[in-house]
C-alpha cells in the first residue's frame, strides 16, 4: 500500500530572491537560519524557529549592496 504525501510551502514570498545559503546557526540560538539576497543586492536573514509548521521567522533585512558579491558563502 502507497502513502499519498501531502505538499507543504516551507517559504512564501521567495521569487525575487537569487541566492539563498542556509544550515549555519547565524544568529547563535541553536538553529540554522537562511541568508537570502535579492535582485536588488539587499541581505535578508530568516530565523530559523525550529517548529515544522512555520520553520522561519519573518525575513529581517541586513544590509544592502550584496550584489557586488556572486556568493554568499
Not at 499519498?4 to 521569487?15: D, E, H, P
Not at 545559503?21 to 537560519?33: H, P, Q
Not at 519573518?58 to 550584489?67: D, P, V
Amino acid at each position: 500500500m502507497s502513502k499519498r504525501m501531502r505538499r507543504a510551502a516551507a517559504m512564501t514570498g521567495v521569487a525575487g530572491l537569487l541566492a539563498v545559503a542556509g544550515g549555519a546557526d547565524v544568529t547563535g540560538d541553536g538553529r540554522a537560519d537562511l541568508l537570502a539576497r535579492d535582485k536588488t543586492g539587499v541581505l535578508w536573514l530568516y530565523r530559523g524557529t525550529g517548529g515544522a509548521g512555520a520553520p522561519f521567522a519573518t525575513r529581517t533585512r541586513i544590509g544592502s549592496g550584496w550584489n557586488t558579491y556572486d556568493r554568499l558563502f
